[in-house]
Nanobody, 123 residues
Framework: QVQLVESGGGSVQAGGSLRLSCAASGRTFSSYAMGWFRQAPGKEREFVTVISWSGGSTYYADSVKGRFTISRDNAKNTVYLQMNSLKPEDTAVYYC????????????????WGQGTQVTVSS
């Protein structure tokens, strides 16, 4: 069982930056790949990025490539999402999730989810 708690969301102007954190409970955190998803009002939850259990592999959605960076610290059971050059279209609730199914891109690949943190980007 893994419990995930996101933090770091907030309101920022376009072009600004935010850093999200996701703290995980449990001793098996390092065996999970960790992903970030987001969901805007009226839209489906969409993949943002994922990082392998070791941190050696990452993958990004085209919409955030070059602006967002995922990282993890297995000693602290935490995964991070650094978001730079934010745009109004990045506004959404951001969720972290854990999977043992490799670098999953789909919602169904993930076994555990956090409660989400709101990110609002104004123009």
């Amino acid at each position: 069982q893994v419990q995930l708690v996101e933090s770091g969301g907030g309101s920022v102007q376009a072009g600004g930056s935010l850093r999200l954190s996701c703290a995980a409970s449990g001793r098996t955190f390092s065996s999970y790949a960790m992903g970030w998803f987001r969901q805007a009002p009226g839209k489906e939850r969409e993949f943002v990025t994922v990082i392998s259990w070791s941190g050696g592999s990452t993958y990004y959605a085209d919409s955030v490539k070059g602006r967002f960076t995922i990282s993890r610290d297995n000693a602290k059971n935490t995964v991070y999402l650094q978001m730079n050059s934010l745009k109004p279209e990045d506004t959404a609730v951001y969720y972290c999730a854990a999977t043992r199914s490799g670098l999953g891109l789909g919602v169904r690949n993930y076994d555990y989810w956090g409660q989400g943190t709101q990110v609002t980007v104004s123009s």
